[in-house]
């Protein structure tokens, strides 16, 4: 771990290497862009440089922040809750029920209805997975019975989708748009989509006064109730916020993996479990790791951002197993 001194430095830092990474992912694509076109895009100076900014690639890179930070804040909030270190929104099952929910949207058409069916059928499915997820675990919230419920509800939710998928999709002729919501990417996202992932920063702005609570919440349950903290509630904001999080996240951007265990312990282990500084770099951070992802993407010839993040996030996963036996 870091030292004290050292810690400060974590979040200029990281706010330094975001700017960079936007800066390149808005020159990076089939028409690239140096950065004196950027600049004078983002000011209109340059009609052509202008249109592919602000209408191609502006609101992808909006995106890909909104949505990183958006799964590593939930990350965050689940491993505190659970007081677990490999908990997660997808390894517990939350992304996946966002997704089957969307998968339901698109399939049966309500999603072409409203610009707001998908997030609200997302959000429906991810928190029937919580509520699942929190039954399976009544009677602690060990490693052990934390994976089983992950796995066990993962697989119910991939038969859901394969369900879908087999009695839906050849009617309204949807497997395109399933597929990227199974598979996670940022292609084409516009300006609605930046719309619809506003939630994200008002609920982490909710987390903010939480800090100092998630601290005392990751001490125990009854230690945090000696020193007068309201656990119920506590338990009950998180639940609702992290789970706000990981919707809104899987409605802009489908189902992308690990974020939400890969950054906030990284960041754990560098600057310690304090979560006045651990909520603010996992934003940060958080929006920085799906957008050099995401420049993988663009590099790659086809790869998904899914894809992309599970290869760096499973090999992860394993270490962290072996590290707690």
Same mark, same amino acid.
């Given at each position: 771990?870091?030292?004290?001194?050292?810690?400060?430095?974590?979040?200029?830092?990281?706010?330094?290497?975001?700017?960079?990474?936007?800066?390149?992912?808005?020159?990076?694509?089939?028409?690239?862009?140096?950065?004196?076109?950027?600049?004078?895009?983002?000011?209109?100076?340059?009609?052509?440089?202008?249109?592919?900014?602000?209408?191609?690639?502006?609101?992808?890179?909006?995106?890909?922040?909104?949505?990183?930070?958006?799964?590593?804040?939930?990350?965050?909030?689940?491993?505190?809750?659970?007081?677990?270190?490999?908990?997660?929104?997808?390894?517990?099952?939350?992304?996946?029920?966002?997704?089957?929910?969307?998968?339901?949207?698109?399939?049966?058409?309500?999603?072409? !209805?409203?610009?707001?069916? +998908?997030? &609200?059928?997302?959000?429906?499915? *991810?928190? /029937?997975?919580?509520? $699942?997820? #929190? =039954?399976?675990?009544?009677?602690?919230?060990?490693?052990?019975?934390?994976?089983?419920?992950?796995?066990?509800?993962?697989?119910?939710?991939?038969?859901?989708?394969?369900?879908?998928?087999?009695?839906?999709?050849?009617?309204?002729?949807?497997?395109?748009?399933?597929?990227?919501?199974?598979?996670?990417?940022?292609?084409?996202?516009?300006?609605?989509?930046?719309?619809?992932?506003?939630?994200?920063?008002?609920?982490?702005?909710?987390?903010?006064?939480?800090?100092?609570?998630?601290?005392?919440?990751?001490?125990?349950?009854?230690?945090?109730?000696?020193?007068?903290?309201?656990?119920?509630? !506590?338990?009950?904001?998180? +639940?609702? &916020?992290?789970?706000?999080?990981? *919707?809104? /996240?899987?409605?802009? $951007?489908? #189902? =992308?993996?690990?974020?939400?265990?890969?950054?906030?312990?990284?960041?754990?282990?560098?600057?310690?479990?304090?979560?006045?500084?651990?909520?603010?770099?996992?934003?940060?951070?958080?929006?920085?790791?799906?957008?050099?992802?995401?420049?993988?993407?663009?590099?790659?010839?086809?790869?998904?951002?899914?894809?992309?993040?599970?290869?760096?996030?499973?090999?992860?996963?394993?270490?962290?197993?072996?590290?707690?036996?």
């Amino acid at each position: 771990m870091l030292s004290i001194r050292q810690a400060r430095l974590v979040l200029p830092l990281g706010i330094l290497l975001v700017g960079l990474l936007f800066i390149v992912s808005l020159g990076v694509g089939d028409m690239p862009l140096g950065p004196g076109q950027i600049v004078r895009g983002l000011l209109r100076k340059d009609p052509l440089a202008a249109t592919v900014v602000w209408q191609m690639r502006l609101p992808r890179v909006c995106v890909a922040m909104l949505v990183g930070s958006a799964l590593a804040a939930a990350g965050m909030v689940m491993q505190a809750y659970f007081r677990n270190s490999l908990a997660s929104p997808d390894l517990l099952g939350v992304s996946s029920g966002g997704a089957v929910g969307a998968v339901i949207a698109i399939a049966s058409g309500l999603a072409a !209805l409203s610009l707001w069916s +998908l997030p &609200l059928f997302s959000l429906a499915g *991810a928190f /029937a997975a919580t509520g $699942a997820v #929190l =039954i399976l675990a009544k009677r602690g919230a060990s490693t052990e019975r934390l994976l089983l419920a992950g796995v066990a509800l993962n697989a119910l939710l991939g038969a859901i989708t394969a369900f879908v998928l087999s009695r839906y999709t050849g009617v309204f002729d949807r497997n395109s748009q399933i597929l990227f919501w199974l598979m996670g990417g940022l292609e084409d996202r516009m300006w609605m989509h930046v719309l619809i992932a506003a939630p994200i920063p008002l609920a982490a702005v909710a987390l903010l006064p939480l800090r100092r609570q998630i601290d005392l919440l990751s001490l125990g349950e009854q230690e945090a109730r000696s020193l007068g903290l309201d656990v119920r509630l !506590l338990r009950r904001r998180l +639940l609702v &916020l992290s789970t706000c999080l990981t *919707a809104t /996240a899987t409605a802009v $951007a489908g #189902l =992308i993996g690990f974020v939400g265990l890969v950054v906030p312990h990284i960041l754990r282990l560098l600057v310690g479990p304090e979560h006045r500084r651990l909520l603010p770099l996992c934003l940060v951070f958080g929006g920085g790791f799906v957008l050099a992802c995401d420049l993988v993407c663009h590099t790659s010839g086809g790869l998904r951002l899914g894809t992309v993040t599970a290869f760096v996030g499973g090999p992860f996963f394993l270490w962290l197993l072996r590290r707690h036996p």
